[in-house]
Nanobody, 113 residues
Framework: QVQLVESGGGLVQPGGSLRLSCAAS????????MAWYRQAPGKQRAFVAI???????NYADSVKGRFTISRDNAKNTVYLQMNNLKPEDTAVYYC???????WGQGTQVTVSS
């Protein structure tokens, strides 16, 4: 059983930054790709970013150049650094173990002046 706990969400003004963290329990963390998804009100959950066990990354076009995903395998933690935030980034952000049924509970990010 794997548990994922996100933190770091909040309210930020447009142009601001936030860093999300996702701490994973269990010993499988280092062998799986980890991803972030987000779900805005009234919309489907959407892919944001993914990082392989070796550190290779891929991003949704909407966040390229603004968001950075990283991981610390020693701490079983994956991060999402979000810069130059826009109102359209407002959503609940979820951590996910790629190709599994494991999801975190989500953390709210609101970008508003």
């Amino acid at each position: 059983q794997v548990q994922l706990v996100e933190s770091g969400g909040g309210l930020v003004q447009p142009g601001g930054s936030l860093r999300l963290s996702c701490a994973a329990s269990g010993s499988i963390f280092s062998i799986y790709a980890m991803a972030w998804y987000r779900q805005a009100p009234g919309k489907q959950r959407a892919f944001v970013a993914i990082i392989s066990p070796a550190g290779g990354t891929n991003y949704a076009d909407s966040v390229k150049g603004r968001f950075t995903i990283s991981r610390d395998n020693a701490k079983n933690t994956v991060y999402l650094q979000m810069n130059n935030l826009k109102p359209e980034d407002t959503a609940v952000y979820y951590c996910h173990v790629h190709s599994s049924n494991y999801w975190g509970q989500g953390t709210q990010v609101t970008v508003s002046s």
